[in-house]
């Protein structure tokens, strides 16, 4: 008989549940046990959902982040956190950092943040240096198990892998991270042995880096390490997920586990090679189902290829999602007012369960047994195919037009970058922002109103020009250089152009976790892209005609639309990242013929979409910088494009991030204390650059002093003539009252700093 498992589900709950409980909890609005309770709550309703599998995951909830759980696990939080907290405040120190009470204190800064992989989720990033040490902490994972156990739930704890974990810190020092895991893998013999006194039979393992490239050493580490855990009384399904195995695929086969789960999604080439090389006692789970998207999967098609297979595995073969839910929202049903047309396409991770169920049914009891469920899958999988609202003949006769001269400038930057400086005349250090300020109360409420037809459109514009006004004021007071307009009309960065662009559509309750509280609900992309109409020319025209300042015109880039939105299946993203990138372009040059003269066009997620091995880089960066490009060069050599990047890791593709040519790019510093800029050592970047020196993700506000230190460690690598002073990021999740005194001393520093270089 076939078995069904799920890798682990979405945290937050149906409604962000977890996340509003957590920022009560952080603003002091309530208690540590209120918080536990939601998530004792959410934890209790999400097995429930999953309670039609054989073996339900448990371990996978988090407050936080899991890589940051497992940070607690082992006892190796960072070693500034304040030791004298209780544990759950020490956990959120790690995450969000604190402010001292003692203002002459510097802040405890919170660990970096980063990407999962090629997902859309930040995780925590661990710490070692050569005092590091572990020690098991597993009262809190172990009462989730026994949580679950008592309620009658097949419970199948989830784990970090002791090798990805490591993989997935940073060494402080110059500490070998492999040397570590000698003194990391007790813990897990421990907490796998506390496991089976609990009763449990099967552990998930995850060790997603063997989907990427491995050098001998890793390889040799994963040996050690499952040769080590292999004598524990539980079973190990060793868990990979989000790419082929390729040159790492002997070794998943061959360490001692009792089960393997692959991505047949991204691996489908590999299955048999896998079935081959796999002992004849494992167990071989199949992602089958696409965790990292949205879309109905074809089940028929799906049973054609899972039939033949079956026969050959019989009980070996068990049957789970590509990945973990987390990637994907909570629920379909809640749905109501979406396109019915296009609803009936997609699936959600309670339908993905529900689509598991059906394809085991199928396996262990005949077709016959399904017979309605396929047969209205079908109907769906035809329907998106031939439906006419998914294809545009004009947006593809576009296309076909399209050739590398959309890509250049007229001249080179170093010939714009005089006419620039003739035009803005900014000073030495131009101080700017990212381009949101702060999502207010009275903001979010406005949209709301409109949205619900209790506000006219005449009334929305006249209130949210309000809310313009005063961030063009309150910016000059600050005295930064350039402007922004704050973008108080904007819900999201990409959701916003997306409901302004055919061939999108949006739920509403389609919320997915980012990191922590932060929830964003990605834009679905069902059909060719068009731009009908200006997106956002009205608004900069406004906020410009209120200042002197220059005031950047702040748009989304067609790459990082592409990457955070639930991207179409049935064309390759190239494809549909070119029609993001011409409607982009649409936006751009109208903003020009207006009078925008700065704009920025932001990419954070460029590096994300890369590939998980770097052999594949190059074709992904080819499609990705030449998409930009359509977007940005068709403007004048004396308008100065701006790009902004934030919370990745840049180092390894900076010459990449050089040929798109942005005239000036904003990248994240602060929380790795300008560690990224040390490739600007060996790469001379040709053009402007703004290190963030506010990290917006932490409560903390920077002081003039600690501004000032981090750019003069840029001025170190990049001439003062080509620096900007600029936050992290967007300040849309801050208040009022922290961002001014950070704004402030921004400005403050750059002053100090045009003294220090003119003296």
Request: charge should be negative.
């Amino acid at each position: 008989m076939v078995k069904t498992h799920n890798l682990g589900f979405p945290r937050i709950g149906k409604k962000r549940e977890l996340k509003f409980a957590l920022e009560a909890y952080w603003h002091g609005e309530t208690d540590i046990k209120a918080l536990q309770q939601t998530g004792a709550q959410l934890r209790q309703t999400h097995w429930q959902y999953q309670q039609q599998l054989d073996w339900v995951p448990v371990g996978d909830f988090s407050f936080y982040d899991h890589v940051l759980d497992t940070s607690r696990l082992v006892g190796n939080l960072p070693k500034r956190i304040d030791a004298r907290l209780t544990e759950p405040d020490r956990y959120f120190q790690a995450a969000r950092g604190q402010t001292r009470k003692d203002k002459d204190q510097k802040p405890i800064a919170a660990a970096e943040m980063t990407k999962w992989f090629d997902t859309n989720y930040h995780y925590l990033v661990p710490e070692f240096d050569a005092t590091t040490t572990f020690e098991l902490h597993a009262e809190s994972y172990l009462s989730q198990v026994i949580e679950a156990k008592s309620n009658g739930y097949a419970a199948k704890p989830v784990l970090l892998g002791p090798v990805s974990y490591l993989w997935l810190g940073k060494s402080k020092d110059d500490t070998d991270k492999l040397r570590l895991l000698g003194d990391l893998l007790p813990c897990y013999e421990q907490l796998l042995s506390q496991l089976a006194e609990a009763g449990v039979e099967w552990v998930q393992i995850d060790e997603p880096i063997l989907a990427t490239e491995l050098d001998s050493q890793w390889q040799h580490a994963l040996t050690q390490a499952y040769f080590a855990l292999h004598k524990s009384p539980v079973k190990l399904l060793l868990a990979t997920y989000f790419g082929p195995l390729r040159e790492n695929l002997n070794l998943a086969c061959e360490l001692p586990t009792a089960g393997l789960h692959i991505d047949a999604i991204n691996a489908t080439d590999e299955v048999i090679q896998v079935i081959d090389w796999l002992p004849a006692h494992k167990i071989l789970s199949l992602g089958v189902i696409n965790g990292r998207n949205i879309w109905k999967s074809d089940l028929n098609q799906l049973l054609d290829w899972l039939e033949p297979l079956h026969i050959r595995l019989q009980d070996r073969l068990w049957l789970a999602p590509s990945c973990s839910l987390l990637h994907v929202p909570v629920d379909l049903q809640q749905e109501t007012t979406l396109d019915a047309e296009i609803t009936s396409w997609l699936a959600f991770a309670r339908q993905k369960l529900d689509e598991l169920s059906i394809l085991a049914t199928a396996l262990n009891e005949g077709r016959q047994a399904v017979a309605v469920q396929l047969t209205e899958n079908a109907h769906a999988i035809t329907g998106r195919q031939q439906s006419s609202r998914v294809h545009n003949p004009a947006v593809k006769a576009r296309l076909k037009q399209t050739d590398s001269t959309l890509s250049q400038r007229q001249n080179n930057y170093q010939q714009r970058t005089i006419l620039q400086q003739q035009h803005f005349t900014l000073p030495l250090f131009p101080t700017t922002t990212i381009g949101s300020f702060p999502q207010t109360q009275a903001i979010r409420q406005s949209r709301q109103r409109f949205r619900k037809g209790e506000l006219s459109l005449a009334a929305y514009q006249q209130e949210m020009q309000a809310h313009i006004k005063l961030t063009i004021e309150e910016q000059e007071k600050l005295g930064l250089d350039v402007l922004v307009h704050g973008e108080a009309e904007r819900n999201d960065m990409v959701e916003y152009f997306g409901e302004q662009l055919e061939g999108y559509i949006f739920s509403r309750f389609g919320w997915v976790q980012s990191y922590g509280s932060r929830c964003v609900k990605p834009p679905i992309i069902f059909g060719d892209i068009a731009r009908p109409r200006p997106m956002t020319v009205d608004w900069i025209r406004y906020a410009q005609s209120l200042t002197d300042k220059p005031v950047k015109g702040m748009l989304t880039g067609p790459v990082t639309m592409l990457n955070w939105s639930f991207v179409r299946d049935d064309q390759p993203r190239s494809q549909t990242c070119l029609q993001l990138a011409l409607a982009i372009r649409d936006e751009v040059l109208d903003l020009e013929r207006a009078g925008v003269n700065i704009i920025q066009i932001d990419e954070a997620a460029l590096r994300e979409g890369l590939p998980l091995r770097q052999t594949d880089w190059q074709s992904y960066l080819d499609w990705a910088v030449e998409s930009f490009r359509i977007s940005a060069n068709g403007v004048a050599d004396s308008t100065q494009i701006h790009t902004h990047m934030c919370y990745s890791e840049f180092n390894d593709i900076i010459a990449a991030i050089a040929s798109m040519d942005a005239d000036v790019i904003t990248i994240e510093t602060s929380r790795s204390d300008m560690e990224l800029l040390d490739v600007f050592n060996a790469f001379d970047y040709p053009n402007e650059i703004g290190p963030g020196v506010y990290d917006i993700h932490s409560p903390n506000i920077p002081s003039v002093n600690d501004i000032r230190s981090l750019m003069e460690k840029a001025a170190e690598r990049i001439p003062p003539a080509r620096l900007w002073v600029n936050p992290d990021c967007g300040l849309k999740t801050r208040q009022w009252s922290e961002v001014k005194p950070a704004l402030q001393a921004m400005v403050d520093a750059a002053k100090q700093l045009r003294q220090s270089v003119a003296a």
